[in-house]
T-cell receptor
Framework: DVKVTQSSRYLVKRTGEKVFLECVQD?????MFWYRQDPGLGLRLIYF???????EKGDIPEGYSVSREKKERFSLILESASTNQTSMYLC????????????FGPGTRLTVT | SQQGEEDPQALSIQEGENATMNCSYK?????LQWYRQNSGRGLVHLIL?????REKHSGRLRVTLDTSKKSSSLLITASRAADTASYFC???????????FGTGTRLQVFP
């Protein structure tokens, strides 16, 4: 059974802290994605990685960075967390080629106080 | 640059009724996908329809695609309380592996 796991389901951090969200997939997928989901705004793409060490900015990359040192792991980093980054963060993976479904992790609900 | 917009934003029905959700998008696509999200969880893929297909079925799901109107609909027949969830359409752009998700339809099915 395919699986995408995220390091935490719930996370509470303070303003200014550096935050790491980890995502691991066991399907040997080339593509990995980080989204944030906010009420009324749907899913917005933060960053996309199409191979190890390769990344591409999504629609809302400001305030975030990513790391992909191994194929199965894609990390989202909040360099200095702010209250407006309180959100649900979803990781997904897919094979390359553009016509495949994305497999999602369970999400991390991050609260920045 | 959200491409998909779902309509309605929320839908409440009784068990056994059919639920129809619509999605509109803006640019050319290779395929359109529908996903389901239970409250507070990740998304689960339901069905993919390619741009050269007009209709596709999967169990109680029926998806249509009208590329001339840049719209798609998801029909859930004989709905159950367990179908209560949010439903999202997602479109790909040309020559990209990225998906653009709509804002979703929240479906509530009452027993």
């Amino acid at each position: 059974d395919v699986k995408v796991t995220q390091s935490s389901r719930y996370l509470v951090k303070r303003t200014g802290e550096k935050v790491f969200l980890e995502c691991v997939q066991d399907m040997d997928h080339e593509n990995m994605f980080w989204y944030r989901q906010d009420p009324g705004l749907g899913l917005r793409l933060i960053y996309f990685s199409y191979d190890v060490k390769m990344k591409e900015k999504g629609d809302i990359p400001e305030g975030y960075s990513v790391s992909r040192e191994k194929k199965e792991r894609f990390s989202l980093i909040l360099e200095s967390a702010s209250t407006n980054q309180t959100s649900m963060y979803l990781c997904a993976s897919s094979p390359p080629g553009g016509s495949y479904e994305q497999y999602f992790g369970p999400g991390t609900r991050l609260t920045v106080t | 640059s959200q491409q998909g917009e779902e309509d309605p934003q929320a839908l409440s029905i009784q068990e056994g009724e059919n639920a129809t959700m619509n999605c509109s998008y803006k640019t050319s696509i290779n395929n359109l996908q529908w996903y389901r999200q239970n409250s507070g969880r990740g998304l689960v893929h339901l069905i993919l329809i390619r741009s050269n297909e007009r209709e596709k079925h999967s169990g109680r799901l029926r998806v249509t695609l009208d590329t001339s109107k840049k719209s798609s609909s998801l029909l859930i027949t004989a709905s159950r309380a367990a179908d209560t969830a949010s439903y999202f359409c997602a479109t790909d752009g040309s020559n990209t592996d990225k998906l653009i998700f709509g804002t979703g339809t929240r479906l509530q099915v009452f027993p």
